[in-house]
């Protein structure tokens, strides 16, 4: 994440609670869980080569008290969480960020989208497209698109 992204998803969560889909190794999870009320974190945490569970763990340690770690698939964990605002992180695909977008909880009301107008993450930015009826864009730093529901 650039400094750019970051300073814009910090003003986001600032003083809310965050979901969290696609953590890794805890790059955005640690600087959103310092300002945010509480993180829901939900990763895999394989698949991207070696293991990420354990190296995201030690990464989140000073601010584990705010995380709530969901190990696992997001289509198991993300329907039902009531949050404010969630970070969509994953694989790029536009199948999964629809999913995503898809079934946030009613109440949810910003959503920031990570890897748009990167090339090899096309699903992104047509996911997003094709959700326009419920989101508008409203900002974007980099490869960061904030949305609003409608």
Request: some cysteine; proline content about 5%; aromatic content about 6%.
């Amino acid at each position: 994440m650039t400094s750019s992204e970051r300073t814009l998803l910090l003003w986001l969560a600032r003083g809310r609670k965050v979901i969290e889909c696609g953590s890794l190794i805890g790059n955005s999870t640690v600087p959103v869980a310092q300002v945010a009320s509480k993180v829901v974190s939900i990763d895999k945490h394989e698949g991207y080569g070696p293991p990420t569970l354990k190296r995201f763990l030690t990464n989140i340690d000073a601010v584990a008290h705010k995380v709530d770690v969901k190990v696992g698939d997001v289509a198991y964990f993300l329907p039902g969480i009531d949050a404010d605002v969630c970070l969509i992180d994953l694989l790029g695909t536009y199948e999964l960020t629809k999913w995503c977008l898809e079934h946030l909880h009613p109440s949810l009301t910003f959503v920031a989208v990570h890897d748009c107008h990167r090339p090899h993450c096309g699903g992104v930015d047509a996911a997003i497209e094709a959700s326009r009826a419920v989101w508008e864009p409203f900002g974007q730093a980099d490869t960061l698109t904030m949305l609003r529901r409608i």
